[in-house]
């Protein structure tokens, strides 16, 4: 007797390849269904959290591909302004994510909203799952050195406080990956 096929199972896994197929490309890495971002390479991750226009094309079209919108620029150019504002938000999500799991491979955060949840997830339940927790931002590990400013700084004011950590984060980032660029 054959063996059972999953139907939904095959869709998510084909709508994976597809919307990772210029990950694999780019990176050289294998992506699938489950990848989190804990999944990630530190050379990827790094590549993903710079900024500017060439990662958040490569970000933007990672989300438009497992939207199904397509994941070029001339695709998005083309979409309805209601859909141009989602694959921004979800893209924006995205990278604060990123970012926070930079950090948090850095010791400088424990955990973030959407830690250990597959890259495929976040962009697929984002409406219903991640848009009320898109501005969240983690608390300052205990051990960073700047954590008794963090305490010391008004409650509402200490996300922001994180958020300003963010390119020295990056740098520190860089700095380990190029004592150990085997990650």
């Not at 990950?23 to 699938?32: K, P, S, T, Y």
């Not at 939207?67 to 694959?87: N, T």
Request: net charge negative.
């Amino acid at each position: 007797m054959g063996d059972v096929i999953d139907l939904d199972e095959r869709k998510r896994q084909l709508a994976a390849r597809k919307a990772f197929r210029s990950w694999v490309l780019r990176f050289g890495e294998a992506f699938d269904f489950w990848t989190r971002l804990r999944d990630l390479s530190d050379r990827s991750l790094y590549e993903l959290i710079q900024g500017g226009e060439t990662s958040g094309a490569v970000i933007q079209g990672f989300v438009m591909a497992v939207l199904g919108m397509g994941e070029r620029d001339l695709d998005f150019q083309r979409l309805e302004p209601a859909e141009k504002i989602d694959v921004i938000d979800i893209t924006l999500f995205l990278v604060d994510q990123l970012r926070f799991e930079c950090m948090r491979r850095l010791g400088w955060v424990e955990t973030y909203p959407a830690d250990g949840i597959p890259l495929m997830d976040m962009v697929e339940q984002f409406a219903v799952r991640f848009q009320v927790v898109k501005n969240e931002t983690p608390p300052l590990a205990e051990t960073h050195p700047a954590y008794a400013d963090f305490q010391s700084t008004f409650q509402g004011d200490r996300a922001s406080f994180v958020r300003r950590l963010i390119p020295e984060a990056i740098q520190a980032f860089r700095e380990r990956l190029r004592r150990d660029p085997g990650k």
